[in-house]
């Protein structure tokens, strides 16, 4: 029941690795067609469940958090628990594809 939350260098730390819910971090950029079109569905995973907190991650503004994870392409959903990345999924796709990729469905 939340909103899509925002996160930057600064912010990287409290939010994602410091969490003690797990985490979704949508890695995107604004030149990027495909997070564009997954947008409403991480903003939809976003209200629908309380039990993870959901952000975003622009890659264009914060390339050290990408660069870390072995980001290369995008979008990138990842799902971080206990401040460790755990699973992840690549590329546009159904809500349905995006949980079970990362074990939530």
Do not use: H
């Amino acid at each position: 029941m939340a909103d899509v939350i925002e996160i930057t260098t600064d912010t990287f730390q409290g939010i994602v690795l410091e969490s003690e819910k797990p985490v979704i971090v949508d890695f995107w950029a604004p030149w990027c067609g495909p997070c564009r079109m997954i947008a409403p569905v991480i903003d939809e995973i976003a209200r629908d469940r309380d039990d993870v907190v959901v952000g975003k991650v622009n890659v264009d503004e914060a390339p050290a958090i990408a660069q870390q994870y072995g980001i290369q392409g995008i979008p990138f959903i990842g799902l971080f628990e206990n401040g460790q990345l755990v699973k992840n999924a690549v590329g546009a796709m159904p809500r349905a594809g995006i949980e079970q990729a990362l074990g939530l469905s």
